[in-house]
T-cell receptor
Framework: GAVVSQHPSWVICKSGTSVKIECRSL??????MFWYRQFPKQSLMLMAT?????????EQGVEKDKFLINHASLTLSTLTVTSAHPEDSSFYIC????????????FGPGTRLTVT | AQSVTQLDSHVSVSEGTPVLLRCNYS??????LFWYVQHPNKGLQLLLK??????LVKGINGFEAEFKKSETSFHLTKPSAHMSDAAEYFC??????????????FGKGTKLSVKP
């Protein structure tokens, strides 16, 4: 149980275009999902917390107009990187918190974004 | 403030020898601690968790960790390393208070290499 999927697993886009990444909880309903960014050989950096039916909470320094998060249902959160630039190239990982659990999070497999 | 410190950025062992990945935590509260593993270009997988029950926690793939309050440590061990254990390991504490309660605080990671 507690499986989280992400789509796509990797994407290449041109500078100035937008990219949408999906995060789905497959066998449970997740009222809270998280989006992380990971640079090579570094730890995960929390970008935002996504709550179903409400606005996402962004961490300090994360541009909310650039990284649009939508949590429209209890099993789906999306991250849209708008007007992508090469510096946005990174590994994006989502996670979902299991309801009623002790705050542990289950992670998706990640999405490798390359902006050319 | 709560934090975790992984004392080694890189650990190298030979196959069949013991593994020790060190983690110290800082918390004014009784912490909830986790170890996650990340294989290259993959998401994170939960290895084990400590939530104030037994201090010796057994996880998947033969890993275990011992919570030592007197030493503020939560080191990860495995009696005999396997080639498939080569990965990045993250020690994580749950933020216990404040507006971001429930968020994960990651250590910087320890890369485990296993030599044949």
């Amino acid at each position: 149980g507690a499986v989280v999927s992400q789509h796509p697993s990797w994407v290449i886009c041109k500078s100035g275009t937008s990219v949408k990444i999906e995060c789905r909880s497959l066998d449970f309903q997740a009222t809270t999902m998280f989006w992380y960014r990971q640079f090579p050989k570094q730890s995960l950096m929390l970008m935002a917390t996504s709550n179903e039916g409400s606005k996402a909470t962004y961490e300090q320094g994360v541009e909310k107009d650039k990284f649009l998060i939508n949590h429209a249902s209890l099993t789906l959160s999306t991250l849209t990187v708008t007007s992508a630039h090469p510096e946005d190239s990174s590994f994006y990982i989502c996670s979902a918190r299991v309801p009623g659990g002790l705050y542990e999070q289950y992670f998706g497999p990640g999405t490798r974004l390359t902006v050319t | 403030a709560q934090s975790v410190t992984q004392l080694d950025s890189h650990v190298s062992v030979s196959e069949g020898t013991p593994v020790l990945l060190r983690c110290n935590y800082s918390s004014s509260y009784s912490p909830s601690l986790f170890w996650y593993v990340q294989h290259p270009n993959k998401g994170l997988q939960l290895l084990l968790k400590y939530t104030s029950a037994a201090t010796l926690v057994k996880g998947i793939n033969g890993f275990e960790a011992e919570f030592k309050k007197s030493e503020t440590s939560f080191h990860l061990t495995k009696p005999s390393a396997h080639m498939s254990d080569a990965a990045e390991y993250f020690c994580v504490v749950i933020l216990a208070y404040g507006g971001s309660q429930g968020n994960l605080i990651f250590g910087k990671g320890t890369k485990l290499s296993v030599k044949p």
